[in-house]
């Protein structure tokens, strides 16, 4: 056979090309390992043992928790403890499938455990916000960890839909809930009510929720597992129409090992703010952009308030808008509240809210009484019944808000949110 032919496939098959290499081109052996490695189609030996050992192994994939935190301080700005100040703190969990196969991206922070956390990566969370000192991040971490490998060994997802949470309303009612979190199964699209009380109210509401559950046609399950929320202190339960799921889920959940603190925490403390870029990142050269925080500087007519480290700033126009002005908007704001969609109505509320902000930073210095029930509260002010009365105080905001206030990205934004209630009133 002629030796620029053959193409190895496993590691064991690279080294005996390489020494027939080393014969016919009397070369090193570790160059021959070189050449044998680019032949069966590497950058080199390393890069080859990499992968086909990784091929041949089983496939775990770490995935890296990170918190960041900040020691709490006492009334007189002291820290209340001796020690670090600061830091940020990880963990990492492996898994038997890619993080994004455990849970979809949209759907992390839904989690039970998983609330303020983002996916920054495909292998890492990242809490968004500052904690309040090192041992929450760490308690963050670990019950994050509980509620990776909930999703692990169930495959549920958590509920992030209108159409589930209608399903789960009546649930809201139940005797003795607490503590509890909302899942879909999506191959069957059932879903699974995760209920973790303490047991003392657990022990109270029994007799009642036993009567409740039957009166609703569901039934509960205790699987022989630690719970997400707070294990040795609440007790986990399994509620759902389907059960056969439920018997799935608690078997499953009885195979999971406990998620305890070790003794020695694995990973070291990192610099509080810092940006954690985590192996999968590294390896595929993607640059990651740096933690949401506050802005300080005023940019094309806008000036930034609010925000903290996790969280962007909100954006207001630099210039004011005259009191008087403030107080013919306040009015038509409120008469809008009805009769429109879920989603232009929406839009309106936060407009609202948005413009109530920012009338109380411009004018609160000079007129404190007056701002406050500008677009809130004050005298009663009638709804608009029809539409067109809405197209006509759309109409009259819309002309306020230019007058008032000068081009920016802000008055931009709120100028399309009129628009868009503006366009669905045409289109009744």
């Not at 080393?22 to 590497?42: D, F, K, M, P, V």
């Not at 607490?178 to 009380?197: C, I, K, N, R």
């Not at 700033?313 to 004011?320: E, L, V």
């Given at each position: 056979?002629?030796?620029?032919?053959?193409?190895?496939?496993?590691?064991?098959?690279?080294?005996?090309?390489?020494?027939?290499?080393?014969?016919?081109r009397?070369?090193?052996?570790?160059?021959a390992?070189?050449?044998?490695?680019?032949?069966a189609?590497?950058?080199?030996?390393?890069?080859?043992?990499?992968?086909?050992?990784?091929a041949?192994?089983?496939?775990?994939?770490?995935?890296?928790?990170?918190?960041?935190?900040?020691?709490?301080?006492?009334?007189?700005?002291?820290?209340?403890?001796?020690?670090?100040?600061?830091?940020?703190?990880?963990?990492?969990?492996?898994?038997?499938?890619?993080?994004?196969?455990?849970?979809?991206?949209?759907r992390?922070?839904?989690?039970?455990?998983?609330?303020?956390?983002?996916?920054e990566?495909?292998?890492?969370?990242?809490?968004?916000?500052?904690?309040?000192g090192?041992?929450?991040?760490?308690?963050?971490?670990?019950?994050?960890?509980?509620?990776?490998?909930?999703?692990?060994?169930?495959?549920?997802?958590?509920?992030?839909?209108?159409?589930?949470?209608?399903?789960?309303?009546?649930?809201?009612?139940?005797?003795?809930?607490?503590?509890?979190?909302?899942?879909?199964?999506?191959?069957?699209?059932?879903?699974?009510?995760?209920?973790?009380?303490?047991?003392?109210?657990?022990?109270?509401?029994?007799?009642?929720?036993?009567?409740?559950?039957?009166?609703?046609?569901?039934?509960?399950?205790?699987?022989?597992?630690?719970?997400?929320?707070?294990?040795?202190?609440?007790?986990?339960?399994?509620?759902?129409?389907?059960?056969?799921?439920?018997?799935?889920?608690?078997?499953?959940?009885?195979?999971?090992?406990?998620?305890?603190?070790?003794?020695?925490?694995?990973?070291?403390?990192?610099?509080?703010?810092?940006?954690?870029?985590?192996?999968?990142?590294?390896?595929?050269?993607?640059?990651?952009?740096?933690?949401?925080?506050?802005?300080?500087?005023?940019?094309?007519?806008?000036?930034?308030?609010?925000?903290?480290?996790?969280?962007?700033?909100?954006?207001?126009?630099?210039?004011?808008?005259?009191?008087?002005?403030?107080?013919?908007?306040?009015?038509?704001?409120?008469?809008?509240?009805?009769?429109?969609?879920?989603?232009?109505?929406?839009?309106?509320?936060?407009?609202?809210?948005?413009?109530?902000?920012?009338?109380?930073?411009?004018?609160?210095?000079?007129?404190?009484d007056?701002?406050?029930?500008?677009?809130?509260?004050?005298?009663?002010?009638?709804?608009?019944?029809?539409?067109?009365?809405?197209?006509?105080?759309?109409?009259?905001?819309?002309?306020?808000?230019?007058?008032?206030?000068?081009?920016?990205?802000?008055?931009?934004?709120?100028?399309?949110?009129?628009?868009?209630?503006i366009?669905?009133?045409?289109?009744?």
């Amino acid at each position: 056979m002629v030796i620029a032919s053959i193409r190895p496939s496993t590691v064991d098959g690279i080294k005996q090309l390489a020494k027939k290499i080393c014969r016919e081109r009397n070369i090193t052996h570790t160059e021959a390992l070189e050449a044998a490695s680019r032949q069966a189609g590497y950058e080199n030996f390393v890069h080859a043992k990499r992968r086909l050992v990784w091929a041949g192994a089983p496939q775990d994939f770490p995935v890296y928790l990170s918190v960041h935190w900040r020691a709490p301080r006492a009334r007189n700005g002291k820290p209340k403890h001796d020690g670090p100040r600061a830091g940020r703190e990880i963990l990492c969990v492996n898994l038997a499938r890619a993080l994004p196969q455990i849970v979809a991206k949209h759907r992390v922070s839904y989690g039970r455990g998983l609330h303020g956390f983002r996916m920054e990566y495909e292998d890492h969370l990242e809490h968004r916000t500052d904690v309040k000192g090192q041992d929450e991040a760490r308690n963050a971490l670990l019950t994050a960890a509980r509620s990776l490998r909930f999703m692990e060994a169930t495959g549920l997802q958590p509920v992030s839909t209108q159409r589930y949470y209608d399903l789960l309303r009546k649930l809201e009612n139940m005797p003795g809930r607490d503590h509890e979190s909302q899942w879909f199964d999506p191959a069957t699209e059932d879903y699974v009510f995760l209920d973790e009380p303490y047991a003392a109210a657990l022990e109270n509401h029994s007799a009642e929720r036993q009567h409740w559950l039957e009166r609703n046609g569901l039934q509960m399950i205790a699987p022989e597992w630690e719970g997400i929320y707070y294990p040795g202190a609440c007790l986990p339960r399994l509620i759902g129409h389907d059960v056969a799921l439920l018997q799935h889920v608690a078997s499953v959940l009885a195979k999971i090992q406990p998620v305890t603190e070790p003794e020695t925490w694995p990973h070291e403390t990192g610099l509080c703010g810092d940006d954690f870029v985590s192996p999968k990142r590294q390896a595929d050269a993607k640059p990651r952009r740096p933690r949401p925080g506050p802005s300080w500087r005023e940019h094309k007519g806008a000036t930034p308030y609010g925000g903290a480290a996790g969280v962007p700033s909100r954006w207001r126009p630099t210039k004011p808008m005259p009191l008087h002005l403030h107080q013919q908007l306040g009015p038509l704001m409120q008469k809008l509240c009805s009769g429109f969609s879920w989603r232009v109505s929406q839009k309106l509320g936060n407009a609202r809210s948005q413009l109530e902000d920012w009338s109380i930073m411009e004018h609160k210095h000079q007129h404190e009484d007056a701002v406050y029930d500008l677009y809130y509260g004050g005298s009663s002010t009638s709804i608009c019944n029809t539409d067109a009365e809405r197209l006509a105080a759309l109409t009259a905001a819309r002309a306020i808000v230019e007058r008032g206030y000068d081009d920016c990205k802000p008055r931009r934004g709120l100028l399309v949110v009129l628009d868009a209630a503006i366009d669905e009133i045409k289109k009744h």
